[in-house]
């Protein structure tokens, strides 16, 4: 498949049907000093352990969100520090997007900006996470409230690390895909019906999506929030749920509820909600939460980065291609679409 360009605050490759390792001593090659972040299960399992470059020091990571802290973030910049970063020098993620999400941060961070290099490991981080240039970690007000606009010198998407997921990562991944596919490419939602067979067309599509998005709206002035679809309420739900769910778990819920709430403000057909249903079911995404957490959301949702004042704003559609901003919502109108993603 032919790379994709991203135009941002710079202009970078994402590149498709890589050999990851030999993509990372490429990097080295060309860097006087690579720090690679890693989560701790994956650096046996991808064999890190070989990589014998005098150049090239491992940090590893603790696992998912649990890396996206205050303290660890502390723990990357001594590193850094210790390992002698410049601004000849780089950082490089490895894994799903919680690492590329600090490594990116924390190269935004280092000398006030180096160069870093994402190789996601995951479906969404593939499709969504290491694309865009956005880089945070999370505070104990929300999720990604901390972080910078910073874009990878490079994305590498090796699909040989799907074999690597199971099957409930795998199925996370692909809320994001269908979040694509609901909102520009509605071909997308015809080859998630048979998304083994289509994987690689599947990964190329959702990424050109996004990347076209960034592309013209790189620091989210409007047309980015576009890609937010489902998720104002799928990160208050990560939060209420200390993150014991997949990003695309509640994603997939978020997707629902804002599903509901167009249909409900008059602007989407009761059978385009449906479909969304259908198609998260088919990887047995959650479409439902629990009752009685409403007002608990509620708040969680009014620290969301989209809202402005004590306005929530939402993204929503009024067909499969067609998303729109709805930026009046009634407590009533969330409450009655809450009610109607409620197990």
Known sequence: ME??????????????????RLELDSIAMVHGKVLVLVPESLYEKFGLAKFDLNNLLILKTPDGEAAKTQD?????????GDFGLTRS????????????????????????????????????????????????INSEHGKNLIGAFHSPASVIVDTSFLE????????????????AGFIVDFQILDLV???????????????????????????ESRLREILNYGHTLGHAIE???NY???????????????AELSN?????????????????????????????????????????????????????????????WLESVSSDQLAQAYERITA
Request: aromatic share 8%; hydrophobic share 45%; with cysteine.
């Open 244 to 258: 014991r769910l997949r990003h695309g778990e509640a994603v997939s819920i978020g997707l629902v509820f804002a």
């Open 264 to 324: 409900i403000a008059g602007k989407l057909s009761t059978a385009d909600v449906a479909k969304h249903r259908e198609l998260l079911s088919l990887f047995d995404l959650p479409i439902s939460y629990k009752g009685g957490e409403f007002s608990k959301l509620l708040e969680l949702m009014a620290g969301d980065k989209k809202s402005r004042g004590s306005n929530l704003r939402f993204i929503g559609i009024t067909k499969v291609g067609e998303p729109i």
């Open 72 to 80: 660890f973030l502390t723990e990357v910049w001594r590193a850094c």
């Open 164 to 179: 690597t997921l199971s099957p409930r990562d795998f199925n996370a991944g692909m809320a994001e895909v269908i979040k």
């Open 89 to 136: 020098d780089c950082i490089v993620g490895i894994g799903g997007g919680s690492t590329t999400d600090l490594a990116g941060f924390a190269a935004a961070s280092w000398l006030r900006g180096i160069t870093w290099h994402a190789i996601p490991t995951s479906l969404a981080g593939m499709v969504d996470a290491a694309i865009g240039g956005k880089t945070g």
């Open 193 to 219: 019906r048979d998304a083994k067979a289509n994987i690689g067309e599947i990964i190329w599509r959702s990424i050109k999506v996004k990347a076209d998005v960034v592309s013209t709206d790189f620091k």
């Open 239 to 241: 939060k209420n749920e």
């Open 3 to 20: 790379p994709i360009t991203v135009s941002a605050e710079r202009s970078y490759q994402i590149k498709f049907d890589c050999n990851w």
